[in-house]
């Protein structure tokens, strides 16, 4: 009787073995790439990724609120690629983080708001008042520009007050402050309310330029696993191309991210899809990175080089094209 109980153990041990190894097998040949980005317009690409990658490719996209928390999560092995602000990327790379740019993700984006019936119709108008803003962003970076272009100091000439981005519309409507600097949708949801008056498009070509965000990753990433990450930025231009030409979809998307698509419309013109990027790109950003110094935001100015990898974006361009010609 023994020797039976030993043979059907010894049979259902193979079979449960079999079954493992049937699995193993199964789970090493998956391929999963994690992505992390916010669930906004200008930043909606990675949630289309899995239509762009092979049917055995699985795209898990995180959503994010914080760019910082981001790229925590990159660094911390939890993140294949990610979005964050080229701002964010600079700090990182200045303070000796390994982290790499491989795509560019959005332009524009920003905008100055006042009050509808303000008497403020120029930048130069903005002396003597009140100004919101949050340090350390891009927006920061691009409403000293546009005080600079103006003639005004913003130490002497300007009160800039610190809120955050969701509470400025509020600020504004009530009159607590003049103005505010900040990223859509709000500027286009203070249009759409009524309430507010886009005063300025802060980009100017000969400084920082309209560049906002992009997607990074890790010099271990692309040493351990390139052809992963070159997947993951030619679907990611992929799905940008598709959306720049399908633009009524994209508003439709976006809007389930629960902006209406009424303030999206208003936005859609100062918010740019974006994947390519090339040495002038980089030049704008080692023009941010001067102007983040300036302003004590960073000590160096981390080389541009090594955070920048235009190889990726090279490729792509190479990806698409050959989709075409087939």
Not at 224 to 231: H, K, L, S, T, V
Not at 251 to 256: A, H, K, P, R, V
Request: glycine share 8%.
């Amino acid at each position: 009787m023994r020797k039976v109980v030993s043979v059907l153990m010894m049979i259902i041990v193979l079979i449960a073995l079999s079954i493992s190894g049937c699995t193993g097998s199964a789970d090493q040949d998956s391929k999963v790439a994690t992505v992390g980005t916010w669930k906004t317009a200008q930043t909606i690409q990675p949630f289309l990724y899995q239509d762009f990658v092979e049917e055995d490719y699985i795209i898990d996209v995180l959503p994010f609120t914080n760019p910082g928390d981001q790229k925590a999560a990159l660094l911390a092995g939890d993140l294949d690629i990610t979005g964050t602000t080229i701002a964010l990327a600079i700090t990182a790379a200045s303070r000796g983080e390994p982290v790499v740019v491989v795509s560019s993700l959005c332009n524009k984006c920003s905008a100055i708001v006042v009050m509808n019936d303000s008497d403020i119709m120029t930048p130069a108008d903005l002396k003597g008042k009140t100004i919101a803003y949050v340090p350390g962003t891009m927006h920061h970076v691009l409403l000293l520009e546009t005080l600079k272009q103006a003639g005004l100091d913003p130490e002497k000439d300007v009160t800039l007050q610190r809120i955050d981005f969701f509470d400025m519309g509020q600020a504004l409507s009530q009159g607590n402050v003049d103005a505010f600097c900040s990223g859509e949708p709000y500027p286009s949801l203070a249009v759409a309310d009524g309430y507010g008056r886009v005063l300025s498009y802060p980009y100017y070509g000969e400084g920082v330029g309209t560049i906002n965000a992009g997607m990074l990753t890790t010099r271990d990433k692309i040493e351990n696993n390139r052809e992963g990450i070159q997947r993951l930025v030619t679907a990611h231009a992929r799905s940008t191309e598709y959306l720049k030409a399908n633009q009524e979809e994209w508003i439709n998307m976006s809007s389930d991210f629960g902006t209406d698509s009424v303030v999206l419309e208003i936005a859609a013109s100062n918010m740019e899809l974006a994947w390519d990027m090339d040495e002038n790109y980089v030049r704008q950003a080692e023009n941010l990175g001067e102007r983040m110094k300036d302003l004590g935001m960073i000590e160096e100015i981390p080389d541009m080089d090594t955070l920048f990898d235009l190889s990726f974006v090279e490729q792509a361009r190479k990806d698409l094209d050959d989709s075409k010609n087939a």
